[in-house]
Each structure stands twice: as C-alpha cells, then as structure tokens.
C-alpha cells in the first residue's frame, strides 16, 4: 500500500486535486470529513467537545454549530490548541481503521489539511502540498467563500506558513494557474510516479535507474530531503538502529554529484539488518540482494568489516541508495570520514569533483552507471584513503552519530572507517 499525505493552505486547492486522485483510482480518506463524523450528535466526541466549550457551541438540534465553535478557536490559539486535541485523535484513529483495511497495491491518500502543523509527514510513503500564493488564497477565500478580510486572515495566520507546508513537501502542485493546469498535473503525477511507485512496493521492486551518470551542482534541497527521508525511516523502524546519517556526495555542500541520495543506516549486527529488511521495505526501501558489501582498504583488509545490505527507494522520482552497515566497521566509519573530509577540505572537493566529471564523459552513454561506480573504485583506495586517514588523524576526526556504539573490543569491525558516492 502507497500511503499518500496530501495537504494545502485554505484555498490552497487541495479539495480539487482530493476529487481527482480519487476519480483516477485512489482511496480518499478526508480528515475534514472524519473531523465532521467524529462530532456527531450522540458521539463521544461531541460530548468532549461540550464539555470543554460549553453549551454554547451546540445548535437547536444538538448538532455543532461550526460557525459558532470557529469564532471561538480562530481567535484564540490556545482554545485551538484544545479542541485540536480532543479531534486529531479521534480523527487519526478513524483513518487508521481505514488504512487497516487496504488491499496491497493499493493508493491511499489522506487529505489533511494541519498535516504539517501535526508534524504527520514522517508516516506517509510522499507527502503532497498544493500551494497557491497567499495573496490569490485570500482573494479566494474573500470572493469565492464570502470570507470577511478579518475572517480570511484570521484563518490563514491559524495554519502553516507557505514556506513551512513546502520545506515538508516531497511533490508540489501549483494551483496559481487555470482549472486544467492543476488537473492536468495531477493526472501525470499519477500515471509517471504514484501508479509506479505503488507496484515497486507491492513487488518488492526498486525503482529502475535506466541512464548514465549525469551530474548535479549542488542543490540546496538535497539535505532537506534527505532529512525528511531519514524521519521517515526512524519512524518505520522502531528498533534496532544506532544511528542514521545522510551520506555520499549530495552530503557536501558545493560538490557536483549525481541527484542520488545517499543515507546510511547503523546497526548493532547484519542479523538486525535482515531483521529490518521488511520494515525498510514497507516504509519504500526494498533490499538490493547482489550488493553485500564494500571495497576493503589497504589498513583495513579484512571483508568482514565491509559486508553490508543496500536497499534503494521504490519511488521512481527520487533516487535513494540506503547502505545498512554495521555502526562502528570500518564501512560505515569510511562513508563518515569520507563525508566530513570533503566538507572540511576544498581541494580534496576540487580533486574528487574534477575525478567525477572525467569519468562521467567518459561513461555518459552508459544505460546505467554501474561502470560509473566501478571506475571511481581506485581513487577511494589510492587517493582518497591515505589523504583522509592523514587528515582525520591531524584534526582528531570522530564519527558524528553520537548514538553510534563501537563493536566491543578485539572485534575485526573495532577499527578502520565505504562511501555510497
């Protein structure tokens, strides 16, 4: 099951692209719905509701009077803040039940409007914000829904701001243009990556990577997304991790790179990784079973500190290499090491970033990039290990995952530092 969480300022939109989703085949599940449905006359919820505001909230019917219980909330954050509790969990508990009930294969998508307020994006497999400039979202909501300015202001400052909902979001859709645009954006977002991404996870499927190595200047939204990757991960795996880091070249601010994450996960042994494997695997990372290990270096000989179990995301729009390795080996120490010399070195940057792009003309035709990787293999070990064991050993470098613990003394892993560059 693909688990969608689709979210949007009021006015945003966000409506309109629910009904298309669920036109073109996913399961909806409407907060705004359920927060309706978990208030009804007769239901606890409603009777919390009362308890807290009184009854003043209630209509002649006993049904609640939205417009009155708004003018109360949208004034004061604190009494936002506690209805708020009473709802969201009824609410969640709701969908849950849905989300229970889902077939593999299936795309489930929750439109929740205070997603980002409620910090949920780390239980969805994407999390899709629509977005409209503020100033069109307040002329909606002013001409379209008969809104007073105050009104209309009063309800926008109660949510996310712009900035907040986009730094959480792993898709946009821009709703400042027509009807059909936002149709029509939404009808791709389906065909080329939901619909695909949903198989690859009810197959166990890595997304396919089907091009030569081409490369990136640095992006400025690869650490944010990989941090938004990581929090979706720790939230996957309750157990069993030491450590998670964002690793390889797209960690390196100014480093020219292929737009492939790389993450690295430390565990106590690879028996908990394979333990892990299905959890990984549901949360979008299916386990690569040819890769098991890392290239030795010349100090630290021995393969068994290099075996590790590499998954790659099943989301067809973003590229994701996760190496599980050992907290504490020689492999997951190099990938580290490797990570913060470039950080602290600009001419080893210059050096690797220039090594890059000659091997990446060199295999641009390529339908893949595994020579790519291939060929890059020397210069980690001759050129890339002596200078970075020299300059970890002058600046006092130690693995930065604090959570990390070190195999137990005598251990083959106890020393040494592979990168997924």
Do not use: C
């Not at 690869?222 to 939230?235: N, Q, T, Y």
């Not at 100090?299 to 075996?307: F, I, V, Y």
């Amino acid at each position: 099951m693909l688990k969608i969480g689709l979210t949007g300022g009021i006015a945003s939109g966000k409506s309109l692209v629910a009904a298309r989703l669920q036109e073109l085949g996913a399961t909806l599940v409407d907060a705004d719905l359920l927060a309706r449905q978990v208030v009804e006359p007769g239901t606890a919820g409603l009777s919390r509701v009362v308890a807290a505001f009184g009854e003043g909230i209630l209509a002649a019917d006993g049904s609640l009077d939205r417009p009155a219980l708004g003018a109360i909330v949208f004034q004061d954050p604190s009494r936002r803040q506690m209805l708020n509790s009473i709802i969201h969990p009824l609410v969640r508990a709701s969908a849950a039940a849905t989300l229970a009930a889902a077939e593999p294969g299936e795309i489930v998508v929750q439109d929740i409007p205070l997603l980002v307020e409620t910090g949920q994006g780390s239980a969805f497999h994407l999390v899709i914000v629509v977005d409209s400039p503020d100033d069109v979202r307040f002329q909606r909501m002013v001409e379209l829904r008969g809104m007073s300015p105050d009104e209309a202001r009063s309800r926008m400052a109660a949510q996310a701001g712009r900035e907040e909902r986009l730094a959480a979001a792993d898709v946009v859709l821009d709703n400042s243009g027509s009807r059909s645009d936002i149709l029509g954006a939404v009808d791709s977002l389906w065909s080329d990556r939901l619909v695909p991404f949903a198989e690859n996870l009810q197959w166990n499927h890595r997304a396919p990577r089907v091009s030569g190595p081409v490369l990136s200047e640095s992006l400025p939204e690869w650490p944010l997304e990989a941090a938004r990757l990581l929090a979706r991960i720790e939230a996957a795996v309750p157990t069993g991790i030491l450590s998670l880091d964002h690793v390889g070249s797209t960690a390196v601010p100014g480093l020219a790179a292929k737009d492939v994450l790389d993450l690295q996960l430390g565990v106590p042994d690879l028996d908990v990784a394979d333990r892990l494997a299905p959890l990984l695997a549901a949360a979008g990372f299916p386990v690569v079973q040819h890769v098991t290990g890392d290239t030795p270096k010349p100090s630290q000989p021995d393969p068994a500190g290099w075996l590790k179990r590499f998954h790659a995301n099943a989301d067809p729009g973003r590229a994701v290499n996760l190496h599980v390795r050992v907290a504490g080996s020689p492999g997951w120490r190099y990938a580290l090491m490797f990570r913060d010399w470039l950080r602290a070195d600009a001419d080893a940057r210059k050096s690797y970033e220039s090594h890059k792009r000659d091997l990446a003309a060199r295999y641009a035709e390529d339908e893949d990039t595994a020579g790519y990787a291939d060929a890059k293999e020397p210069w980690f070990t001759d050129v890339a290990w002596p200078r970075m064991e020299e300059w970890a050993t002058d600046s006092g470098w130690m693995p930065p995952s604090s959570t990390a613990e070190p195999p137990l003394p005598g251990s083959p892993l106890a020393e040494g530092s592979q990168s997924g560059q």
